[in-house]
């Protein structure tokens, strides 16, 4: 049975090559670590303000035929565009435009302004 304090959401799991990797990926944009698990099922819950994403590790994921994605809607894109684009500046040392992992800067579209961020496991969301 399910608390009644429990709200009803959906938590993307998603697959990646590396959990290490992975979460210390997520840290660098802010998200905080819920639980890392790396043996015997690598997986990790992260958490950024009301946003939750799991990750599991398999080696068998092949990062660049990975077709995995989540969609992310927040209310001030251009504020979350910038907190993620200075903490990858600060791990990286620079804003990664291209390659993996990388962020876009925000586009305006005939339905919604947003940004694609794509992690080092490339699991792409905007």
């Known amino acids: 049975m399910i608390p009644e304090t429990y709200q009803e959401k959906v938590i993307p799991i998603m697959g990646c090559p590396d959990i290490r990797i992975q979460v210390a990926f997520y840290q660098a944009l802010g998200f905080e670590v819920l639980a890392t698990y790396t043996s015997p099922n690598p997986y990790a819950s992260l958490k950024w303000k009301d ?10 994921i092949v990062p660049s035929k990975n077709p995995t994605m989540c969609y992310i809607r927040v209310a001030n ?10 903490g990858l ?8 435009r291209t390659g993996f992992p990388k962020i876009t800067k925000v586009r305006n579209l005939a339905d919604d302004r947003r ?7 490339e699991t792409p969301f905007s």
């Open 51 to 60: 946003i939750e994403l799991h990750f599991y590790g398999s080696r068998k």
């Open 77 to 86: 894109v251009d504020q979350v565009n910038e907190a993620f684009t200075a």
């Open 89 to 96: 500046k600060r791990c990286y040392g620079k804003i990664p």
């Open 115 to 121: 940004f694609t961020l794509t992690d080092t496991g």
